[in-house]
């Protein structure tokens, strides 16, 4: 046999040693018509948990097309194949869903010679869409797999007397069963309950998991209960990483994604997207602002009063460097534009690393494109040293605006939602189609993992609106009478 990419053969016994310790290797070699594509960074997380001693509950949630479901088959096939398992449990929330995967095994053993042959597995006594009976010819054992709906007789499973050691629960949960907190009751009650407790005791087989992959519904559904359990190992993957690029471009690239997300952004489905693709739960019951709130821009005003808001990260800590600064806040720059009643989002930059020279290349950009009347920057102890840099970086540049850093004593929600509040509810708020992290958090607020964009933003639309529209207003006369262009022209914003 050879390694996949490789044109050197290698002894069966080698590989399949090989592949023991490389789940990726296993999925290309033995399931190359499955696996098409390298595959991501992602997916290779996901195995890595799922092949942790010490993970006995593992919750994954994986955008919708993220192969969650064929990465879980893979995993069951690899236990079958090396006899971890004796007893499998597929559940979803239909028992013809949970089939599928049945059917996926018993195509593998009944026309993938390569696998089923390397491992010596053939059909056995049982051989049907709901209970599978797979011989281990080389392990001299029976496997059974069985479907299960999440409603059907799952208390007290035992065949041959092994209890499962691999419970699969794909996708339980649905609009239906997450819509009232009874019926969320329900499920959890029947989840923890009857279908964790099948699973057959750490002493008896102590590589034994219970695997539950869902798309989030609602914040107390099943994955979220998890995500908060501490026996629960879990993992979130939403479609756009940390940077905002896709994480599986080779299947889904950057652009088509983000084109994608324009797309439902305009229609007024954000949170549709968020949820199904971002696995953000976004509800609109409980969320502060109403999507159609916002408007979009195409052509912006000729005068606009501008402002530059600067929200700042200090340094990281060494654990968020360890962990590549998986959890640490955005630094966001943000300006804003108001014209006649009107807030306008002109542009953002984020990063999430603290580099200052990033912030002052930043802060200097967007200063010459946009022109504001003034900055503002988050008044605490880091912010105020952030401002003493650009202070410094204008002397030596010889260019100037006022700089204000102020604290803001409100808390941070409070001062965000009245920033947005009146003038959204007004019809008053524009951003550009190409916003869709502002777009993203505005449409979940408060239900969201960072609101740094939001809340750099907050900060500009409140400084617009503590200058005064009137102050705004008078200026905006001044300039579309100014046919002389006596008045400074850094007031005057083009398109």
Not at 86 to 109: D, F, N, P, Y
Not at 208 to 214: E, F, S, T
Not at 354 to 370: A, D, G, M, S, Y
Request: proline letters at 5%; hydrophobic letters at 35%.
């Amino acid at each position: 046999m050879a390694v996949p990419g490789s044109l050197v053969p290698v002894p069966a016994e080698e590989l399949v040693q090989l592949c023991a310790l490389d789940m990726e290797l296993y999925c290309h070699t033995f399931f190359p018509k499955t696996f098409r594509q390298r595959s991501p960074q992602f997916h290779q997380e996901i195995d890595r948990l799922l092949d942790a001693p010490e993970a006995r509950y593992v919750g994954i949630e994986v955008f919708r097309g993220g192969a969650k479901t064929t990465k879980t088959r893979a995993f069951a096939s690899k236990r079958i194949a090396y006899g971890y398992s004796r007893t499998i449990m597929i559940l979803s929330s239909s028992q013809e869903h949970a089939k599928r995967s049945l059917r996926w095994l018993r195509t593998q053993v009944e026309h993938n010679t390569t696998w089923a042959g390397t491992f010596g597995l053939r059909k056995g006594s049982k051989w049907t869409d709901e209970f599978l009976e797979i011989i281990h010819a080389k392990l001299d054992h029976p496997i059974a797999i069985i479907a299960v709906g999440i409603t059907g007789q799952t208390r007290g499973v035992n065949i041959d007397d092994y209890r499962p050691d691999l419970i699969i629960v794909d996708d339980p949960d649905d609009e239906e069963t997450t819509a009232t907190p009874e019926q969320r009751k329900k499920t959890e009650n029947r989840f923890f309950g009857a279908i964790e407790k099948s699973l057959t005791p750490a002493t008896e087989n102590p590589d034994a998991k219970l695997v539950l992959l869902q798309t989030s519904l609602h914040r107390e559904d099943l994955i979220n209960r998890c995500h908060i359990d501490p026996q629960w190992y879990t993992t979130r993957f939403g479609i756009l990483d940390e940077a905002g690029k896709s994480r599986w471009p080779d299947r889904f690239p950057t652009d088509t994604v983000r084109a994608d997300k324009a797309a439902h952004i305009a229609r007024g489905q954000t949170l549709l997207w968020l949820r199904e693709m971002e696995c953000t739960v976004g509800d609109e019951e409980t969320a502060d602002f109403k999507r159609e709130w916002l408007k979009f821009w195409d052509v912006l005003p000729e005068t606009m009063l501008v402002i530059l808001a600067v929200d700042p990260v200090p340094p990281p800590s060494e654990l968020q460097i360890k962990q590549g600064l998986k959890n640490k806040d955005f630094e966001v720059l943000s300006v804003w534009g108001y014209s006649r009643g009107r807030f306008y989002l002109l542009e953002y930059a984020r990063s999430r690393g603290h580099e200052p020279q990033w912030t002052i290349t930043e802060f200097f950009r967007l200063l010459n494109k946009w022109k504001p009347l003034k900055a503002r920057v988050e008044g605490t102890a880091y912010q105020r040293t952030l401002k003493w840099i650009l202070e410094q970086e204008m002397k030596k540049r010889r260019q100037y605006i006022q700089i204000d850093a102020e604290a803001d004593k409100r808390k941070k929600r409070h001062r965000i939602i009245q920033a947005f509040s009146g003038i959204g509810a007004a019809g008053n708020l524009y951003i550009h189609p190409s916003h869709q992290d502002f777009a993203s958090e505005f449409a979940a607020y408060p239900n969201v993992d960072h609101d740094d964009t939001l809340d750099a933003a907050a900060m500009a639309v409140n400084e617009l609106l503590e200058l005064g529209p009137d102050i705004g207003e008078g200026e905006l006369d001044a300039l579309e009478h100014d046919t002389d262009n006596d008045l400074d022209p850094d007031w005057r914003v083009a398109p």
